[in-house]
């Protein structure tokens, strides 16, 4: 599986934006997908997850801002980012794997390339 996440930009602090994790190869709908940001200086931290059957996972910072979901069809995972915070700004990274889900970092095998988002105040 290839991930590659897209969708970040630069917006002001309480604007929304929508990033993608686009996978290619067969049976992503059976993937667990994360996604994960990290900040300047800052380590790798678990932002939302998803799983096959549609079970999400947030990290409590962005519970009421944040929404995954996934589009089988597209192969798709989207993560809608509302009332952005400047302490939202990080790299975000999209990961899947076909048997495990969760938090942590090591439960996923595939890692897609960052997608930067940069809130400013």
């Known amino acids: 599986v290839q991930l590659q996440a897209s969708g970040g930009g630069s917006v002001q602090a309480g604007d929304s934006l929508r990033i993608s994790c686009t996978a290619s190869?067969?049976?992503?709908?059976?993937?667990?997908t994360g996604w994960f940001r990290q900040a300047p200086g800052k380590l790798r931290e678990f932002v939302a997850a998803?799983?096959?059957?549609?079970?999400?996972a947030y990290v409590d910072s962005v519970k009421g801002r944040f929404t995954i979901s996934r589009d089988n069809a597209k192969n798709t995972v989207y993560l809608q980012m509302n009332s952005l915070k400047p302490e939202d700004t990080a790299v975000y990274y999209c990961?899947?794997?076909?048997?495990?889900?969760?938090?942590?970092?090591?439960?996923?095998?595939?890692w897609g390339q960052g997608t930067l988002v940069t809130v400013s105040s």
């Open positions: 998803i799983n096959s059957k549609g079970t999400t």
């Open positions: 990961a899947a794997d076909e048997v495990k889900f969760g938090r942590a970092l090591g439960k996923y095998d595939y």
């Open positions: 190869g067969h049976y992503f709908s059976n993937y667990a």
